[in-house]
């Protein structure tokens, strides 16, 4: 699981982001979850209480930056565009070991494959 401590605005998109390091993602075609633990200021509550995922070859697609004196490669994923869990039970905690494992994690937190390009969506 990637910790996010608080997402940042970024005005090319209009829409808040979170930077994920290229090195922390899962194997390409997995799921990767990312947990927000930024609270906000007025009543101190979590702001995003439920953990995301979101599919690790999608974040190819978006927006990326070097950091880290051009060491780090992070990909900004609009928190919007990440699924949602709200069961806590559900929450990624081993990567499937085969085919079936992989159909059976993609049902349980709703994604759907692509039958016509092979692809599957989150």
Same mark, same amino acid.
């Given at each position: 699981?990637?910790?996010?401590?608080?997402?940042?605005?970024?005005?090319?998109?209009?829409?808040?982001?979170?930077?994920?390091?290229?090195?922390?993602?899962?194997?390409?075609?997995?799921? +990767?979850?990312?947990?927000?633990?930024?609270?906000?200021?007025?009543?101190?509550?979590?702001?995003?209480?439920?953990?995301?995922?979101?599919? +690790?070859?999608?974040?190819?697609?978006?927006?990326?930056?070097?950091?880290?004196?051009?060491?780090?490669?992070?990909?900004?994923?609009?928190?919007?565009?990440?699924?949602?869990? @709200?069961?806590?039970? &559900?929450?990624?905690? +081993?990567?499937? @070991? &085969?085919? &079936?494992?992989?159909?059976?994690?993609? %049902?349980?937190?709703?994604?759907?494959? &692509? %039958?016509?390009?092979?692809?599957?969506?989150?």
């Amino acid at each position: 699981m990637i910790e996010i401590h608080e997402p940042i605005w970024r005005k090319d998109t209009g829409k808040r982001c979170v930077g994920l390091a290229e090195f922390r993602l899962r194997a390409e075609g997995e799921l +990767t979850e990312v947990r927000i633990t930024y609270r906000a200021k007025k009543d101190g509550k979590l702001s995003y209480p439920n953990p995301f995922i979101v599919r +690790t070859d999608r974040c190819y697609s978006y927006p990326s930056s070097w950091v880290g004196g051009g060491n780090v490669k992070v990909y900004w994923i609009p928190v919007e565009d990440m699924k949602e869990v @709200k069961n806590e039970k &559900n929450t990624i905690e +081993t990567k499937p @070991k &085969n085919t &079936n494992e992989k159909q059976a994690s993609m %049902q349980l937190y709703g994604i759907k494959e &692509n %039958q016509d390009e092979n692809k599957t969506e989150a």
